[in-house]
């Protein structure tokens, strides 16, 4: 307990940095490569794999119930920002318009432009991960990931995938495109899961 006490750095928000974090000022952008550009018209998301395979329209995602998520969000370059209000969908209603195979075990999220980030199931299927379409009260900024980004709070922000256009669903797990250039596969913030596997 005393240990605990003594270890905690003096900022009123350190037990909400993750370890070797810092606090950024601003919203930095980290885009691998260029950022799309997609209208709403043409919007389409996909699910296929061991799913039944559906496409779902712009329409389709704004049906479901909207909610606003204040969340912190981690960067394994070690920027942390706490307090990102967002507006999205969460997961598990999304889930609830498809059909996934019980032999699934592991989902990849694909993107506009070709990015790709694994996970879990249990870590996809949360209640507290969303499609975020706004943020700040505003339409998501294209370079934040606009028209729709998945926001998975509880692991580092590579896992939120931005331009977000389809989900794999998987019998095993799969590297995505960071995870076969190095980090970890999981990614836990509180564990320091950066690199390796
Ligand atoms: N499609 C796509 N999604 C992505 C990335 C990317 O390059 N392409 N970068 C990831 C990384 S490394 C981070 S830290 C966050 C950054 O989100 P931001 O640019 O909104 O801060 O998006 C993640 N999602
Ligand atoms: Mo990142």
Redesign the pocket.
């Given at each position: 307990m005393l240990g605990k006490f003594f270890q905690k750095p003096s900022t009123p928000n350190s037990d909400r940095v993750p370890p070797g974090q810092f606090l950024a000022t601003g919203f930095p952008v980290?885009t691998y490569g260029d950022t799309p550009q997609i209208n709403l018209e043409q919007w389409q998301f996909k699910v296929w794999g061991l799913a039944t395979p559906q496409t779902f329209t712009w329409s389709d995602f704004m049906a479901l119930p909207h909610h606003q998520f204040t969340k912190d969000f981690h960067?394994?370059?070690r920027w942390s920002k706490l307090d990102v209000q967002w507006t999205g969908i969460k997961i598990t209603d999304f889930m609830k318009l498809i059909e996934v195979d019980s032999k699934a075990t592991h989902v990849m999220q694909h993107c506009y432009g070709g990015y790709t980030t694994n996970l879990p199931l249990e870590d996809f299927i949360k209640e507290d991960n969303f499609f975020a379409f706004e943020l700040s009260g505003n339409p998501l900024d294209l370079e934040h990931g606009g028209p729709m980004r998945s926001v998975i709070p509880h692991l580092?922000?590579?896992k939120s995938a931005k331009w977000i256009n389809g989900l794999e669903f998987l019998p095993k797990d799969q590297p995505g495109f960071w995870e076969r250039n190095g980090y970890h596969r999981r990614g836990d913030p509180w564990q320091e899961e950066r690199y390796g596997s």
């Amino acid at each position: 307990m005393l240990g605990k006490f003594f270890q905690k750095p003096s900022t009123p928000n350190s037990d909400r940095v993750p370890p070797g974090q810092f606090l950024a000022t601003g919203f930095p952008v980290l885009t691998y490569g260029d950022t799309p550009q997609i209208n709403l018209e043409q919007w389409q998301f996909k699910v296929w794999g061991l799913a039944t395979p559906q496409t779902f329209t712009w329409s389709d995602f704004m049906a479901l119930p909207h909610h606003q998520f204040t969340k912190d969000f981690h960067c394994v370059t070690r920027w942390s920002k706490l307090d990102v209000q967002w507006t999205g969908i969460k997961i598990t209603d999304f889930m609830k318009l498809i059909e996934v195979d019980s032999k699934a075990t592991h989902v990849m999220q694909h993107c506009y432009g070709g990015y790709t980030t694994n996970l879990p199931l249990e870590d996809f299927i949360k209640e507290d991960n969303f499609f975020a379409f706004e943020l700040s009260g505003n339409p998501l900024d294209l370079e934040h990931g606009g028209p729709m980004r998945s926001v998975i709070p509880h692991l580092y922000a590579w896992k939120s995938a931005k331009w977000i256009n389809g989900l794999e669903f998987l019998p095993k797990d799969q590297p995505g495109f960071w995870e076969r250039n190095g980090y970890h596969r999981r990614g836990d913030p509180w564990q320091e899961e950066r690199y390796g596997s």
